[in-house]
């Protein structure tokens, strides 16, 4: 990726903790360079770090969310997780749909006084007007690219059916369908 290659020119190492233990690490020096989520990427730039790149251009399909649960649990509480699922596609689709999105609170909660809602603000409808642009199947659907080939992956990969279940999303569309 950028003419760098692994592992001649870095080394990787495993932080467990997410964002917020990535950019301790990098402030610290344990680190050179790291991925940082919204908000605390702003909060790396106005500690004067740079940005190099973003994971989604080298890793276009990294998985950055994830809903989990046991099969056991989700199937003795079908009722709930239809409804949850039906929550996350309202919800999904509000922020496809809404062009003014209203301010946050996200830069309290990040202790920094420089991260203006504004700013994560601007940031989350960018995201959410590409998301409007690429969104064909206004079901919301999961879609499954080619990981293999759009990540860069050798060797076969398992199907994704094996570790989601779309049944509960499928319930819930056609319960909003019914509506």
Not at 41 to 61: H, R, T
Not at 168 to 173: H, I, K, N, V, W
Request: aromatic share 8%; hydrophobic share 35%; charged share 25%.
């Amino acid at each position: 990726m950028k003419g760098l290659e692994y592992p001649r020119d870095y080394k990787l190492l495993i932080i467990a903790g997410g964002s917020a233990t990535n950019l301790a690490a990098l402030q610290s020096g344990q680190i050179s360079a790291t991925t940082v989520a919204v908000p605390l990427n702003y909060a790396a730039e106005e500690a004067g770090f740079n940005v190099i790149g973003k994971l989604s251009d080298g890793v276009p399909y990294f998985q950055t969310n994830v809903i989990a649960t046991r099969r056991s649990w989700a199937e003795k509480n079908r009722p709930v997780m239809v409804r949850f699922m039906r929550a996350m596609v309202e919800s999904l689709r509000w922020l496809h749909e809404t062009e003014k999105l209203p301010s946050t609170s996200w830069p309290k909660r990040c202790n920094s006084s420089q991260l203006t809602p504004a700013r994560v603000g601007s940031f989350i409808r960018r995201i959410a007007s590409a998301a409007r642009r690429r969104s064909h199947d206004r079901r919301t659907q999961i879609q499954y690219p080619d990981l293999r080939r759009a990540n860069r992956c050798q060797g076969t990969l398992p199907e994704p059916g094996k570790y989601v279940d779309q049944s509960y999303l499928s319930e819930a569309l056609k319960q909003m369908d019914k509506r």
